[in-house]
């Protein structure tokens, strides 16, 4: 990136997203074609007519759209926005290498428009990203901010007939809000005014290398927002100048939980929120269930705080907060009180946050995880497999597909069959069957009354069609 246009020339010059309908690049799309920039992109999928919904929601927006065959890439004028890890060999990237284009990747152009924003808020950590973002964006619209918000997950408050993959809002370019990623190093890229960071676990990279990039990212930022409840977030606060810090159960948390207020439901929460500030306490309602949602609001209400909104009117508007699509999202519940929920869950970390969610309240949990890639299931199965095993009961089962394959030379030899036997190992019900029509007969063979069925996985957007078809042939 030596070469680098100003933000200004940048903007003025014609884009092209390879891999368009990804979660992380259509927001981007999105943002850059609701500031004026040309934009045109090609997908993999859109050529294997999966999810033509999406496509059509994007042509309909006004996004030229070609087959991932090179065509689009016609000027060296073009700028190519591709994954880091999009090989040479796929012809967008190689036309734009003849043609001498530039080419960023998702996180360097996230990166500069959050930095030529008047005030970047950021939102850092393992797990919970794409909802405190969604709800800390949802705080700022109602507070009449006009925030622009990235995410990685369609917030289902600014969703429109006409905008129905509303993973970005455009707002102003005082405030820019974007989860920020740790699992490709490109944190390091960001210079936040709030930096929020959640927790601080094991998932792409070593406990050492994510304590650095984390440590680095609070002192960039000019007001951290730290989670006093995650020893490992705790742990780097002397990396922060300035500090807001919140949690449920560390008393000296500025942004708390009243000790004995939290009243649960299956599908939603009421607490009674403090700021230690000035000791005022405000009722929260919140219409997502689970400890770890809670938590999640309590983080957007400390990074709206850091944004000078009251801890009062944060809360209020929190109560209008409709959630992301495929985060705990309840399909529907059938006649016969049989529940589907599709959730993104798929890391040991997210899947265990869903599964005690719904193994706080009675009734059986049927689970189908589809792993996102042959790669991570080798990297994450064992704490997978212990997940499962561990979270789940003897009533349970969880049933596990053959993972994501969309092509590419990805080491295929050890799949879902050996994480199936780890469950089994551990005392867990599983059932490995490979295809998931197959596993659609299972569950909707095996489904009674009052049982939850979850849908799991990632990178894959069929889920949500694969759980609205499980859902209508229940009884």
């Known amino acids: 990136m030596s070469d680098m246009p100003t933000p200004d020339e940048l903007f003025a010059r014609p884009f092209f997203f390879c891999g368009i309908g990804g979660s992380g ?18 997908d993999r999928s859109y050529d294997q007519g999966r999810t033509p919904e999406k496509f059509a929601a994007l042509e309909n927006q006004g996004f030229t759209l070609h087959p991932q065959d090179g065509s689009g890439m016609v000027s060296a004028e073009q700028i190519l926005v591709a994954s880091a890890a999009i090989e040479d060999s796929v012809p967008e990237v190689s036309r734009a290498n003849e043609l001498g284009c530039l080419r960023l990747t998702r996180a360097e152009l ?16 393992t797990s919970g990203k794409s909802t405190v973002t969604g709800m800390l964006g949802w705080i700022l619209h109602a507070c009449g901010r006009e925030p622009t918000i990235m995410n990685g997950a369609v917030m289902k408050n600014f969703v429109s007939p006409e905008r129905p993959f509303a993973s970005a809002v455009i707002g102003g370019q005082s405030l820019y809000v974007s989860e920020v990623d740790e699992s490709d190093g490109s944190i390091a890229l960001y210079r936040p005014a709030v930096g929020v960071l959640l927790n601080v676990s094991l998932d792409h990279k070593s406990m050492e290398e994510l304590r650095q990039l984390f440590g680095d990212y609070l002192s960039r930022s000019r007001i951290s927002v730290i989670n006093a409840d995650d020893e490992e977030a705790l742990a780097l606060l002397p990396h922060a100048k300035e500090v807001v810090t919140f949690g449920i159960d560390q008393e000296k948390a500025q942004i708390g939980v009243v000790p004995g207020s939290i009243a ?23 219409h997502l269930p689970g400890r770890h949602n809670l938590s999640n609001a309590l983080a957007a209400i400390a990074g709206a705080a850091a944004a000078s909104i009251p801890v009062g009117k944060a809360v209020e508007a929190l109560a209008a907060f409709a959630g992301l699509a495929r985060r705990f999202d309840i399909v529907g519940t059938s006649p016969s009180a049989i529940t589907v929920i599709d959730d993104f869950g798929h890391n040991p970390e997210k899947c265990a946050a869903t599964l005690r969610t719904l193994k706080a309240h009675p009734g059986r949990v049927l689970a189908f995880f589809q792993p996102h890639g042959y790669g991570p299931l080798r990297q994450m199965g064992d704490e997978l497999a212990e997940t499962f095993a561990s979270e789940l009961d003897e009533g349970d089962t969880v049933i596990l597909c053959d ?25 867990g019900n599983a059932e490995y069957i490979p295809s998931r029509d197959a596993v659609g007969d299972r569950l909707a063979e095996m489904a009674r009354p009052a049982d939850r069925i979850v849908i799991m996985g990632a990178r894959d957007d069929t889920l949500s069609s694969f759980a609205r078809d499980l859902f209508s042939r229940l009884p």
């Open 110 to 125: 996230n990166s500069i428009l959050f930095n030529t924003s008047g005030a970047g808020l950021a939102v850092a950590g």
């Open 25 to 42: 690049m259509l927001p981007l799309a999105q943002i850059l074609k609701g500031r004026g920039c040309t934009v045109e992109g090609s």
């Open 264 to 286: 649960e439901g299956p599908m939603r929460q009421a607490a009674l929120i403090v700021d230690r500030h000035d000791g005022s306490q405000h009722p929260l309602t919140l």
């Open 403 to 427: 993972p994501v394959y969309f092509g590419g030379t990805v080491d295929r030899s050890e799949g879902s069959e050996r994480i199936v036997g780890l469950i089994e190992q551990a005392g």
